[in-house]
Protein backbone atom coordinates (compact mmCIF):
# COMPACT_ATOMS: atom_id res chain seq x y z
CA UNK A 1 0.00 0.00 0.00
CA UNK A 2 1.18 3.89 -0.66
CA UNK A 3 0.05 6.46 1.50
CA UNK A 4 -0.09 10.27 0.85
CA UNK A 5 0.12 12.67 4.23
CA UNK A 6 -0.45 16.49 3.39
CA UNK A 7 0.45 19.40 5.59
CA UNK A 8 0.52 22.81 5.48
CA UNK A 9 -3.29 24.13 4.85
CA UNK A 10 -4.55 27.19 6.94
CA UNK A 11 -6.30 30.42 6.54
CA UNK A 12 -4.59 33.13 4.77
CA UNK A 13 -5.69 36.49 3.68
CA UNK A 14 -6.10 37.44 -0.04
CA UNK A 15 -2.59 38.06 -1.71
CA UNK A 16 -0.95 35.73 0.73
CA UNK A 17 1.06 32.62 0.43
CA UNK A 18 0.80 29.10 1.80
CA UNK A 19 2.86 25.85 0.70
CA UNK A 20 1.74 22.36 0.64
CA UNK A 21 3.31 19.06 0.74
CA UNK A 22 2.46 15.90 0.78
CA UNK A 23 4.65 13.07 1.13
CA UNK A 24 4.19 9.24 -0.03
CA UNK A 25 5.67 6.27 1.88
CA UNK A 26 4.75 2.42 1.93
CA UNK A 27 5.20 -0.31 -0.81
CA UNK A 28 6.59 2.19 -3.59
CA UNK A 29 8.80 1.12 -6.84
CA UNK A 30 8.64 4.22 -8.32
CA UNK A 31 6.05 7.44 -8.56
CA UNK A 32 5.11 8.29 -12.19
CA UNK A 33 3.12 11.71 -11.48
CA UNK A 34 1.83 13.84 -8.86
CA UNK A 35 -0.59 16.19 -8.59
CA UNK A 36 -2.63 18.55 -6.48
CA UNK A 37 -6.28 18.52 -7.07
CA UNK A 38 -9.24 20.84 -4.93
CA UNK A 39 -12.80 20.94 -4.27
CA UNK A 40 -14.28 24.25 -3.24
CA UNK A 41 -18.49 23.67 -1.48
CA UNK A 42 -20.59 22.96 -4.06
CA UNK A 43 -18.40 22.46 -6.61
CA UNK A 44 -16.94 19.62 -8.84
CA UNK A 45 -12.95 18.36 -7.83
CA UNK A 46 -10.44 20.53 -10.11
CA UNK A 47 -7.13 19.98 -11.10
CA UNK A 48 -4.78 22.31 -10.16
CA UNK A 49 -1.14 21.41 -11.09
CA UNK A 50 0.54 17.85 -11.97
CA UNK A 51 4.34 17.45 -12.48
CA UNK A 52 5.69 14.19 -13.57
CA UNK A 53 8.75 12.27 -12.24
CA UNK A 54 10.69 14.43 -15.15
CA UNK A 55 10.03 17.71 -13.80
CA UNK A 56 7.22 18.34 -17.17
CA UNK A 57 4.68 20.82 -15.05
CA UNK A 58 1.23 21.79 -16.01
CA UNK A 59 -1.79 24.10 -14.21
CA UNK A 60 -5.00 25.41 -14.34
CA UNK A 61 -5.23 28.36 -15.77
CA UNK A 62 -6.68 29.94 -12.88
CA UNK A 63 -3.29 29.51 -10.97
CA UNK A 64 -1.07 29.67 -13.46
CA UNK A 65 1.84 32.78 -12.77
CA UNK A 66 0.76 32.40 -9.14
CA UNK A 67 1.47 28.42 -7.98
CA UNK A 68 4.45 26.44 -8.32
CA UNK A 69 4.18 22.62 -8.22
CA UNK A 70 8.03 21.09 -7.39
CA UNK A 71 8.96 17.60 -6.01
CA UNK A 72 11.24 15.99 -4.60
CA UNK A 73 12.03 12.11 -6.21
CA UNK A 74 14.53 11.55 -3.26
CA UNK A 75 11.73 12.04 -0.73
CA UNK A 76 8.66 10.78 -2.75
CA UNK A 77 7.28 14.11 -2.06
CA UNK A 78 5.47 17.15 -3.85
CA UNK A 79 4.74 20.73 -2.81
CA UNK A 80 2.50 23.23 -3.95
CA UNK A 81 3.37 26.99 -3.78
CA UNK A 82 0.79 29.19 -3.52
CA UNK A 83 1.50 32.89 -3.86
CA UNK A 84 -1.12 35.78 -4.28
CA UNK A 85 -3.86 34.27 -2.95
CA UNK A 86 -7.19 35.13 -3.89
CA UNK A 87 -10.78 34.06 -1.91
CA UNK A 88 -11.42 31.65 -5.03
CA UNK A 89 -8.97 29.72 -4.07
CA UNK A 90 -10.78 28.27 -0.64
CA UNK A 91 -11.16 24.82 -1.36
CA UNK A 92 -9.58 21.72 0.08
CA UNK A 93 -6.92 20.70 -1.37
CA UNK A 94 -5.71 17.24 -2.27
CA UNK A 95 -2.87 15.07 -3.69
CA UNK A 96 -2.81 12.17 -5.76
CA UNK A 97 0.05 9.91 -6.69
CA UNK A 98 0.73 7.57 -9.30
CA UNK A 99 3.24 5.27 -10.00
CA UNK A 100 3.99 1.48 -9.71
CA UNK A 101 4.57 -0.43 -6.26
CA UNK A 102 7.14 -2.94 -5.24
CA UNK A 103 5.17 -5.66 -6.55
CA UNK A 104 5.07 -3.86 -10.20
CA UNK A 105 1.58 -3.05 -9.77
CA UNK A 106 0.11 0.30 -10.66
CA UNK A 107 -1.20 2.53 -7.98
CA UNK A 108 -3.26 5.38 -7.30
CA UNK A 109 -3.35 7.29 -4.19
CA UNK A 110 -4.73 9.98 -2.43
CA UNK A 111 -3.91 12.35 0.26
CA UNK A 112 -6.24 12.93 3.26
CA UNK A 113 -7.04 16.43 1.91
CA UNK A 114 -6.02 20.23 3.30
CA UNK A 115 -8.46 23.20 3.83
CA UNK A 116 -6.86 26.07 2.48
CA UNK A 117 -9.22 29.28 3.34
CA UNK A 118 -8.34 32.90 1.91
CA UNK A 119 -10.59 35.17 4.00
CA UNK A 120 -9.90 38.90 5.59
Known amino acids: QVQLVESGGGLVQPGGSLRLSCAASGSIFSIYAMGWYRQAPGKQRELVATITSAGSTTYADSVKGRFTISRDNAKNTVYLQMNSLKPEDTAVYSC??????????????WGQGSQVTVSS
Open 96 to 109: NANGRDITFNDFGS
